[in-house]
């Protein structure tokens, strides 16, 4: 069986009759062992016993009924300091309630109180009652965003949500049908993983910031990403599990054999794959090369460090 929660409630006998009994009874409806002086109290016995060592004593609960008439009693503030000194020792919650526009006493004024005036009888009683039997009132804990879980996705960038973004940036860079990617796009592309727009955006403002990407922006907010930066976009690759180094190598050597040669796409790599790597090894200073219309490339000048590199390789 379950033990009820007892409730000392102090308070003057001019706020008896018009709270007072009124939300005792509330209470002792719902559960709850209202301590109440006229209910508790009988002819003959002692005051000072049945309210210190049979009320306040045994009560789990202390409810000060605070008034512009009960602050000033004698009583209540007696009753008060040992409400206080059971919830220092911890073994009673002190619940105040304000009937008017009454100073709360300093020994309270720390405590969270409710306000008859501010939410009438009723809603107080209903706010009583959740501290007394300690209600959650709290939403239910839901799963973390997918970003910050998605331990599947290749560590890319540090940031989880830059990690995310870039990691789709990626995608969509390597899918030759596309020459560019729209903020649309991409925002599509990340349906599903808890990123909202606003922080896409500031992602892809801190990439074109680092200068891992490039962007056109057009009137009316729209932007496009016109490139990746192979400086960006092969540690990437080599993040998410491609051979980067043995591709660049392989090209080299097909390049040194066959200097004549125009290229378009290696070893069946997407052309954004192909592009980085010539980009890389010209950045190097490795190759020279022109680039035409039509997308292929053609090497113009092989340098002698390209050639000892693929004769030691």
């Known amino acids: 069986m379950i033990v009820a929660p007892k409730a000392f409630i102090s308070h003057a006998t001019e706020d008896k009759s018009t709270f007072v009994v009124p939300f005792a009874t509330k209470l002792r409806e719902k559960g709850v062992d209202a301590w109440v002086d006229q209910w508790e ?22 409810i000060v009924v605070l008034s512009s008439t009960s ?44 306000s008859v005036p501010k939410d009438g009888l009723e809603k107080v009683i209903e706010k009583a009652l959740h501290s007394i039997f300690e209600v959650d009132n709290r939403p239910p804990l839901g799963s973390p965003p997918a970003y910050t879980t998605a331990a599947e996705l290749p560590r ?18 390597l899918d030759d049908s596309a020459n560019t990617i729209s903020d649309q796009s991409l925002l599509e592309r990340l349906v599903g993983t808890d990123v909202s727009a606003g922080a896409m955006n500031e992602s892809v403002d801190i990439f074109e910031a680092e200068r891992r990407i490039k962007r056109q922006k057009m009137l009316g907010g729209n932007w496009f990403i016109t490139d990746v930066k192979s400086r960006t976009l092969l540690p990437a690759l080599s993040a998410r599990g491609m051979d980067v180094a043995g591709l660049q190598m392989r090209l080299l050597a097909g390049i040194v054999n066959n200097p004549q040669e125009a290229i378009t796409s290696f070893e069946g790599q ?20 022109q680039r035409m219309m039509s997308g292929h490339v053609f090497i113009h ?11 030691r390789s």
């Open 41 to 62: 109290i009988k002819a003959g016995e002692s005051l000072v016993d049945r309210i210190f060592e049979s009320g306040i004593k045994e009560a789990s609960v202390f």
């Open 71 to 114: 602050v000033a009693k004698p009583w209540v503030r007696d009753e008060l300091d040992a409400g206080v000194m059971r919830r220092i020792s911890g073994q009673a919650k002190v619940i105040p309630i304000v009937l008017d526009d009454v100073e709360v006493p300093v020994s309270l004024q720390h405590t969270l109180y409710l």
């Open 156 to 173: 890319v960038l540090p940031d989880p949500v830059d990690n995310i973004v870039f990691n789709a940036i990626i995608d969509l860079h």
């Open 270 to 289: 997407p052309r954004a794959v192909t592009d980085a790597l010539i980009d890389s090894l010209e950045s190097r200073g490795l190759i020279k090369t």
């Open 301 to 311: 000048n092989v340098s002698a460090e390209a050639t000892r590199m693929v004769r």
